[in-house]
Nanobody
Framework: GVQLVESGGGSVQAGGSLILSCTIS????????VAWFRQAPGKERAGVAA?????????????TYADSVKGRFTISRNVFNNTMYLQMNSLTPDDTALYYC?????????????????WGQGTQVTVSS
C-alpha cells in the first residue's frame, strides 16, 4: 500500500512562514497527483495545492493552487527522498486548519478530494493574529 506522513505543523504569528513535509512510501508513480488539503473547524476539507509530473516532450512539474493561497504557498515534490513539501508564507489566521497530504492513483482533478485514494493523518497549523 501507500503511506503518507505529514510533519512540520505548528503555531505561528500572522505574517509568518511554515514548511510542511509529507513523506510518501509505497508505489506512487512520479506522474501521480499528490496534494495538500486542509480542514478548519466547522468547514469541509478543501484543496490547497497539488502537483503532477507531466511527461512527454515538455516534461515538467505542474502545480495547481487554490485561489486563496496563490502567491503565498509553494508546493514541491522531491522524488529522490519521496517527500512532498508545502512552503507557506504570509500566513493569516484564515490559514489555521488541519493540513493533510494525499495521493491519487490516477485522474486529473487536482483539488478534488474525491480524486485521492490515500491520506495522511494530518498536521495542525495554527496562525494567531
Amino acid at each position: 500500500g501507500v503511506q503518507l506522513v505529514e510533519s512540520g505543523g505548528g503555531s505561528v504569528q500572522a505574517g509568518g512562514s511554515l514548511i510542511l513535509s509529507c513523506t510518501i512510501s509505497g508505489s506512487i508513480d512520479i506522474r501521480s497527483l499528490v496534494a495538500w488539503f486542509r480542514q478548519a473547524p466547522g468547514k469541509e476539507r478543501a484543496g490547497v495545492a497539488a502537483i503532477k509530473f507531466r511527461g512527454g516532450l515538455k516534461r515538467r512539474w505542474e502545480p495547481t493552487y487554490a485561489d486563496s493561497v496563490k502567491g503565498r504557498f509553494t508546493i514541491s515534490r522531491n522524488v529522490f527522498n519521496n517527500t512532498m513539501y508545502l512552503q507557506m508564507n504570509s500566513l493569516t489566521p484564515d490559514d489555521t486548519a488541519l493540513y493533510y497530504c494525499a495521493a491519487a492513483l490516477g485522474g486529473d482533478a487536482p483539488l478534488d478530494a474525491a480524486q485521492y485514494n490515500y491520506w495522511g493523518q494530518g498536521t495542525q497549523v495554527t496562525v494567531s493574529s
